[in-house]
């Protein structure tokens, strides 16, 4: 049987940039076995099915697959899903502004479209959890499981740490670029650390001087081998996490705080995300990650 399908290219602004993702806007009718084979099929980081809400106070119900599992929440398929269904024309009349509630593993994720000139190209998320921190990992530990030194690890603002919003990660900062660079994409390390604490994947960063910064705060690289992702060229879940652990560490009680991180320039595929963290009574109360997406390509898929 046929099923449409759109790609679109995530976190960016222009095509062959950012992540790839593809979407299925009508996934009726499919088992569970047969969305896994078709993620397997594209062999993106990530494809979504998309179904109709179970609460009729939602948009729609959402199921993410990596070419290796069904994971409960991500970043860019959330942008990714919301910007291909407004320019499909599923939602009636999206504007700019609208808001969409996406049903997922990981609880109902909040959106917000964003355009201009009449036509949706990005979208907001709001993370569906916060402050999940699990503990420092050593940091012998840590560099190692990016081919690194102890010595290329920061830990002036905090220990390599394990943290969730819906999906684990190890977040390490290192010391420069060269650093960033030189860590490990084999999946040897990573996959090993990875299988060991349980995580979704190891993201590696580093805080660019004010010199170099360019618009850009950050420099990161992913890694999610145990999902079939080798290196992901955006990811929103993980930087939801970095916003989530950098608003931890600001001492403000109340205040919105905004970075950009580039991702994916190692991969020949650069991405740009805008993290924002919310603290009111000194605790975070709201992370939020927004990017563009570009529609790629369109067509069908013949499922047996």
Not at 185 to 194: C, D, F, L, N, Y
Not at 256 to 265: H, S
Request: charged content about 20%; hydrophobic content about 40%; glycine content about 10%.
């Amino acid at each position: 049987m046929p099923y449409d399908f759109v790609t679109l290219d995530v976190f960016t602004d222009k095509m062959f940039g950012g992540n790839p993702l593809a979407v299925l806007p009508d996934a009726r009718g499919l088992e569970t076995e047969q969305m896994q084979a078709i993620a397997r099929e594209f062999n993106y980081s990530e494809t979504t099915f998309v179904l109709p809400p179970e609460d009729e106070n939602n948009t729609r119900k959402v199921r993410i697959f990596t070419p290796m599992a069904e994971i409960p929440f991500a970043g860019h398929p959330n942008v990714g899903t919301a910007v291909a269904l407004a320019r499909l024309n599923l939602l009636g009349d999206a504007v700019a502004g609208q808001r969409l509630f996406f049903e997922e593993g990981a609880g109902v994720v909040a959106l917000t479209l964003r355009g201009n000139g009449g036509e949706i190209d990005a979208a907001e998320f709001v993370a569906p959890q916060i402050n999940q921190f699990e503990g420092d990992v050593p940091v012998d530990e840590a560099a190692k499981s990016l081919g690194l030194k102890p010595e290329q690890v920061v830990e002036a603002h905090h220990q390599p740490t394990v943290m969730s919003v819906g999906v684990r990660f190890l977040y390490i900062e290192l010391k420069d670029l060269d650093a960033l660079a030189a860590s490990e994409a084999a999946p040897g390390p990573v996959t090993r650390i990875s299988a060991s604490r349980g995580l979704d994947g190891v993201f590696a960063y580093v805080r660019m001087d004010e010199a170099s910064k360019n618009g850009v705060d950050f420099r990161a690289r992913v890694y999610a081998p145990v999902h079939g992702v080798m290196e992901d060229p955006a990811t929103g879940s993980a930087n939801a996490g970095l916003a989530n652990l950098l608003g931890s560490l600001n001492g403000d009680k109340d205040a919105k705080l905004e970075w950009n991180v580039a991702q994916g320039l190692e991969m020949g595929r650069p991405s740009r995300l805008h993290l924002t963290a919310e603290r009111n009574g000194g605790e975070i109360s709201e992370v939020r990650v927004a990017g563009g997406a570009v529609v790629a390509c369109r067509g069908q898929i013949n499922v047996p």
